[in-house]
């Protein structure tokens, strides 16, 4: 009986030596494989980890490693088996289930990835890396109201974290709660410092939203000072969001009407046939505008109006100079017909003048508004600093 188990006590320390040595074995090469990884050497690190798994198959951090090389290497299929081994060995790993949706998400499987996500949450609900990475998944994947639960939850994880308010910021926008988004935004800048700069672009969007154009000029006057490519892209981007149409000024070429003309000038001046009585005829202003416009906004003649000046920067019709006898010519406040041509950016309005029966009628063709209530072509309403013109104002205002 002694003999038995003497026989039985060396099995058993000769097989635990055996693993220890095994074991021994397996922690050099993944030491090795770690230097290769570090040395930028992805193919020999890949092969060295998984020749340590032959010595230790049962090992974790081997799997996690070789995934970590194989997408150095640009391999996702072999990234993808690594982290699923991993995880078939211990499915608690939250990071590795995290890694794992990322590569799947990077692949375009979507399901694959939400799925690896929601199992990181279930495996640790303390990891802010989970919530966190679920909720940018949602918010790419245009999921925003869904995404800012997630972030939420990792908020309470981790509330001094800047990336998050961010996070949270970006859901918001995206939503048009512009003002949540504009206290998230600050709250991130101020975590995280005023240098960054993906930060104040977006706190910009909440303020385009809000209309609060000043506030959005300084934040692209402080993106331009600091003049990198980010934030020059940034500021050109928020430029343009703010960015409104405009007339830039009327096209000699294209306008038939004297516009130059002053005060109770009579209406024979702009053409001979008026002066004989009730005469009508048409007369073109055409209009330059600074960007592509919408091309039905345009051609909508309600969207013109046609006035007679009387303001400050304007000045008055006639110098404001009123008689009961005078005769002031008609026209229609709305133009008769416009034609937009989207490759010059013009638009040209035809309108008419009438005479009166005596044929006495005079009119003041410097002091008539011409007003464009419209859009350009990305439904953006005209600059309500540059959508009037009138000669004596000098041109658009």
Avoid at 54 to 65: G, K, L, Q, R
Avoid at 107 to 114: D, F, G, K, L, V
Avoid at 153 to 161: I, T
Avoid at 167 to 176: C, D, E, F, I, T
Wanted: hydrophobic residues 35%.
């Amino acid at each position: 009986m002694s003999t038995i188990i003497s026989a039985s006590d060396k099995i058993f320390t000769a097989l635990a030596s055996t693993q220890e040595t095994k074991s021994s074995i397996a922690t050099t090469i993944l030491s090795t494989a770690i230097t290769y990884m570090e040395d930028e050497n992805y193919s020999r690190a890949a092969q060295a980890f998984k020749a340590s798994l032959v010595y230790d198959p049962e090992s974790t951090d081997a799997y996690n490693y070789m995934a970590s090389a194989y997408l150095q290497l640009g391999n996702n299929r072999e990234a993808i088996t690594a982290y699923k081994n991993s995880l078939k060995l211990d499915n608690s790993q939250a990071e590795t289930h995290v890694n794992l949706g990322t590569v799947y998400e990077s692949e375009n499987m979507t399901s694959e990835a939400e799925k690896e996500y929601k199992a990181a949450i279930q495996a640790d609900s303390t990891e802010v890396l989970a919530p966190y990475t679920y909720g940018l998944f949602l918010l790419n994947n245009n999921r925003a109201s869904e995404s800012i639960t997630q972030f939420n939850r990792a908020s309470k994880l981790e509330p001094d974290d800047g990336n998050i308010n961010y996070a949270l910021g970006k859901a918001y926008n995206q939503l048009g709660r512009y003002s949540e988004a504009v206290t998230q935004l600050q709250k991130a800048i101020y975590l995280k410092g005023s240098d960054f700069y993906a930060a104040q672009y977006e706190l910009g969007i909440s303020c385009v939203g809000l209309g609060e154009k000043e506030s959005v000029q300084s934040i692209i006057d402080f993106l331009n000072d600091a003049d990198t490519s980010e934030t020059t892209s940034y500021a050109d981007i928020l430029e343009e969001d703010i960015r409104q149409p405009q007339i830039l000024d009327t096209v000699d070429s294209g306008t038939t009407f004297l516009k130059a003309l002053g005060a109770s000038t009579p209406l024979y001046f702009l053409d001979i046939s008026l002066a004989a009585p009730n005469s009508s005829k048409d007369f073109t202003v055409q209009f330059q505008f600074d960007t592509e416009m919408d091309v039905s906004s345009v051609m909508d003649e309600t969207k013109w109006s046609i006035r007679k000046a009387n303001g400050i920067q304007e000045g008055l019709y006639n110098n404001g100079i009123y008689s009961s006898n005078r005769n002031d010519a008609l026209f229609s406040p709305i133009p008769k017909m416009v034609i937009y041509d989207p490759v010059t950016l013009r638009a040209t309005v035809t309108f008419s003048v009438s005479q009166n029966a005596n044929g006495n009628a005079t009119i003041d063709p410097s002091h008539l508004v011409f007003k464009f209530m419209g859009k350009d072509v990305s439904g953006k309403e005209m600059d309500t600093t540059a959508d009037e013109y009138e000669y004596f104002a000098g041109g658009v205002f």
